[in-house]
């Protein structure tokens, strides 16, 4: 089924944004906002993603309005692209649960464990591909913060489903096994960690972290296509992020680094006024044009 849920015009531009809901691994659905260019497709696709999962719609919405230019920014290059929302991170699933796995039970699916936010992007490159409009051999993901993290996590339990990926500002704590317990700024409270003010500036003190580093390996072995990760200068994480990079440049050749100095986590996706103008500064120029030329050497 490839038509939309709803539609929404945007000010001041001829690209509209649908909404569409792919079915996730378990059989509920996620929904996306998907913008396509101009001319004749099928078109290359971009995923993108920010932060923890929840909000529904409602977030979506807001997202495809109000950080839309990102979307502008990848339309004028030729890519569709698509604002995404998944369900709410479990903590520590990733580490705790393992590979999901899927078997059969009274003529239905039976699985090991549910499915978590990253395998809902893998519902919507999987539904994405299936669309007439898109080139389902030339995906692309673009996370920021905890999404950045996702990229990674989907890339270390599926292969084949992404041509490159970005990752900016990397929250990767758990993809690298750091153990935060002794963090002076972490706390704990029925087993749920408080890390909003979790600092990690150098790599040093990251890398001193690093509990099961032969599990760290083994998961950035499968990462199978070029990461380009951007960091923040004045970040309280950037040594995770940082780590992330060099951890993947000792595996990959292909891997890439840049970082800015800016005060805005997730800067890469500048605001939009409600006039559809957009607030962007000469970082965020620069960023996104290093963001669309890596993309482009993929193509």
Not at 67 to 80: K, N, P
Not at 93 to 114: P, T
Not at 179 to 190: F, M, N
Request: aromatic share 8%.
């Amino acid at each position: 089924m490839h038509e939309p849920l709803a539609t929404d015009l945007l000010p001041g531009s001829d690209r509209r944004v649908d909404y569409h809901l792919a079915e996730t691994l378990d059989g509920l659905y996620v929904p996306y906002a998907l913008r396509t260019p101009a001319g004749e497709g099928p078109h290359p696709f971009v995923l993108v993603a920010y932060g923890n999962g929840g909000g529904g719609l409602a977030w979506l919405r807001e997202r495809a309005h109000r950080f839309r230019h990102v979307t502008d920014r990848l339309l004028e290059a030729g890519y569709a692209c698509a604002w995404v929302r998944y369900r709410t991170e479990v903590e520590l699933g990733y580490q705790r649960g393992g590979r999901l796995q899927v078997h059969g039970r009274q003529g239905m699916e039976l699985m090991n464990r549910a499915p978590l936010e990253y395998e809902d992007e893998v519902a919507v490159l999987r539904d994405v591909a299936e669309r007439p409009e898109i080139d389902a051999d030339r995906l692309f993901h673009l996370g920021v913060s905890h999404a950045g993290e996702m990229l990674f996590k989907l890339l270390s339990q599926y292969d084949g489903l992404l041509r490159a990926g970005v990752a900016a500002e990397p929250a990767s704590h758990e993809l690298l096994t750091l153990d935060l317990d002794g963090e002076p700024t972490v706390e704990s409270e029925d087993g749920l960690r408080d890390i909003e003010s979790l600092q990690m500036r150098t790599v040093e003190h990251a890398r001193s972290r690093i509990t099961e580093p032969e599990t760290v390996s083994e998961r950035l072995d499968g990462v199978d296509i070029p990461v380009l990760v951007l960091g923040r200068e004045q970040d309280e994480l950037q040594g995770i992020f940082r780590l992330t990079y060099e951890l993947l440049a000792e595996k990959r050749s292909d891997a890439e680094w840049r970082s800015w100095s800016h005060d805005v986590h997730g800067y890469i996706y500048p605001e939009v006024g409600d006039d559809g103008v957009a607030q962007v500064d000469e970082v965020q120029r620069e960023a996104l044009d290093v963001i669309v030329d890596f993309f482009d050497r993929y193509r």
